[in-house]
């Protein structure tokens, strides 16, 4: 009995929305967790119809043994849809057996009302948009090549063919990310010794375009900094681009995600990380230690909605509606605008009682989200770019060139020039003056669409200090006492007679 406990309580979690099915899962004893996941997966597959005959066959009004309906709706799932519950006799099985009767009565009578005949029938299905993203591999290079990996998987009776084509033992190179395979849908990896060894990483193709834009320089001297890093896919594949030279500082503030992503990183063979478990915006731009990061990545928290291949469809029935999806989102897109402005604090050091007035080192930001929402994508860009933080910092949004220019979905204009969102104000508050109201240029922005790409929904911005901008400010710059930065999170009065931004 135990076993549906343990279930009951899983499903207990995921209702009081403690995390997502894969991460709640994670956090199982491993004894039994495979099992656990199996029947609580299931469960959430019929649940509204496990509920619905629970509730017209009125099993919990007349077992009060029975006190928590989670622990009805994983015994009652075996009961009539698995081989039987698998417990020896106790007063909680023996009260679900009375009622064995009518429950299946009534799961007979569900299916005649909504013209089914099979069990499956009956079943929540997941996203259709998600059978027509193929199973992607990302060769780990920090391991080996992607020549060898293609080598063992032809010794395997796989054939290397054409992009999307039909056979299931057909595979390809992706035509935009280097080292990234293509696999038909259904074709699993989980087992495979290529994959336990951390040879390949199983990462959705969209999910590979933050690194690859942000491709910071292999070179003993590049200093890097992953703010956001759980699981840690992205920070092994920058470990890849930078060959493992230089410095890679990977942030988590989560403890539990925390140790993936050093399990992670560790079999990824990424040994130029540096994993912390700490909050980004804690982290002091004058901290010595982070003086000449010149890359920074950001892909923190959002709504995920687009994410189409995951098991969180079976939660969605009970996702909030219209104005709590709305608060929520706004939320988000409040964090998520916070986190692009502390990436464009100066990250520079200080000197006794003196400070140079701090210039960024920082050259280039690259911010994504798994979100379809332009309240998390296009708007959050465009607000960052009429920060204080990006105009002090003269950071720019990079042109298409720079920005995987052969992807043909790009950002949506309307939303990133639209006037009507929060109006700018700067981290420490101070709203900012219209002048310095300006945009970019969509077509800097990337943009994937499930259904539509062959990926789940994703959006890429690359914000990159403008060296033009750069050169006027170091001209103006002036040796200041550092109790006059407002970038020292204290508001400085206004001085200047013209901004750059004008020009
Ligand atoms: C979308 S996930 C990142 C996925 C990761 N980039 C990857 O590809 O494997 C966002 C992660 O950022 C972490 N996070 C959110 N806010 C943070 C903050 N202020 N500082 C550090 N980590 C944060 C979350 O706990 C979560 O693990």
Redesign the pocket.
């Known amino acids: 009995m135990n076993f549906y406990f343990e279930a009951a309580k899983t499903l207990d979690r995921l209702d009081a929305k403690e995390g997502s099915i894969k991460g709640i899962i994670a956090t199982l004893p491993e004894k039994d967790r495979k099992r656990t996941a199996a029947l609580v997966i299931e469960t959430l597959k019929f649940k509204p119809v496990l509920l619905e005959v629970i509730d017209k066959s009125k099993l919990m009004k007349e077992e009060r043994k029975l006190a928590s309906k989670t622990l009805a709706l994983v015994l009652v799932h075996d009961l009539l849809l698995a081989r039987g519950i698998q417990a020896g006799d106790g007063p909680i099985k023996q009260a679900v057996l009375r009622h064995k009767t009518r429950l299946h009565g009534e799961l007979q009578k569900l299916k005649i009302k909504r013209g089914v005949t099979s069990n499956e029938q009956l079943a929540q299905n997941g996203d259709e948009r998600a059978a027509s993203i193929p199973r992607y591999v990302r060769v780990n290079t920090l391991i080996g090549t992607t020549e060898d990996t293609i080598e063992t998987f032809v010794s395997r009776g796989y054939t290397l063919s054409d992009p999307f084509s039909s056979s299931k033992k057909g595979f390809s190179k992706d035509p935009h990310v280097p080292d990234l395979l293509l696999f038909h849908p259904s074709t699993t990896f989980q087992d495979d010794d290529l994959y336990t060894s951390g040879k390949i990483i199983l990462?959705d193709k969209a999910?590979c375009f933050?690194a690859l834009v942000l491709s910071p320089p292999a070179s003993s001297d590049s200093v890097v900094i992953?703010?956001?890093?759980?699981?840690?896919?992205?920070?092994?594949?920058l470990g890849a681009l930078m060959k493992n030279k230089g410095k890679l500082f990977a942030?988590?503030?989560?403890k539990k995600?925390?140790s993936t992503?050093k399990m992670?990183l560790s079999k990824a063979g990424c040994t130029n990380s540096f994993p912390i478990n700490?909050?980004?915006?804690?982290?002091d731009p004058h901290d010595t230690r982070y003086s000449s990061v010149t890359h920074i990545?950001l892909?923190?928290?959002?709504s995920?909605s687009g994410i189409v291949n995951r098991l969180d469809y079976l939660l969605e029935a009970e996702n909030e509606g219209g104005t709590d999806k709305e608060e929520r989102l706004d939320k988000l897109a409040s964090?998520q605008l916070?986190?692009i402005q502390?990436a464009m604090r100066p990250f520079s050091s200080k000197h006794m009682g003196f400070a140079l007035r701090p210039v960024p080192n920082v050259r280039k930001i690259v911010y994504?989200?798994?979100s379809i929402h332009a309240t998390e994508n296009e708007r959050v860009v465009r607000n960052a770019l009429n920060s204080e933080e990006a105009r002090v910092g003269a950071f720019r949004l990079a042109p298409r060139s720079e920005v995987l220019p052969t992807w043909q979905r790009r950002g949506y204009p309307d939303e990133l020039d639209s006037p009507g969102t929060p109006s700018c104000f700067s981290h420490s508050g101070m709203k900012l003056d219209a002048r310095f109201t300006f945009t970019g240029d969509a077509s800097s922005l990337v943009r994937c669409l499930p259904g539509e790409d062959a990926t789940n929904g994703f959006f890429v911005s690359c914000f990159v200090r403008d060296n033009r901008q750069q050169s006027t400010s170091k001209r103006k710059m002036s040796i200041e006492d550092d109790t006059n930065d407002s970038l020292l999170h204290k508001p400085r009065k206004k001085k200047h007679k013209k901004n750059t931004l004008d020009k």
């Open positions: 990462q999910s933050p992953d703010a956001t890093a759980a699981p840690g896919n992205k920070t092994s594949h942030f988590e503030r989560d995600r925390f992503l992670m700490a909050d980004f915006l804690t982290i990545l892909d923190p928290s959002c995920g964090f916070k986190m502390h994504s989200t798994c």
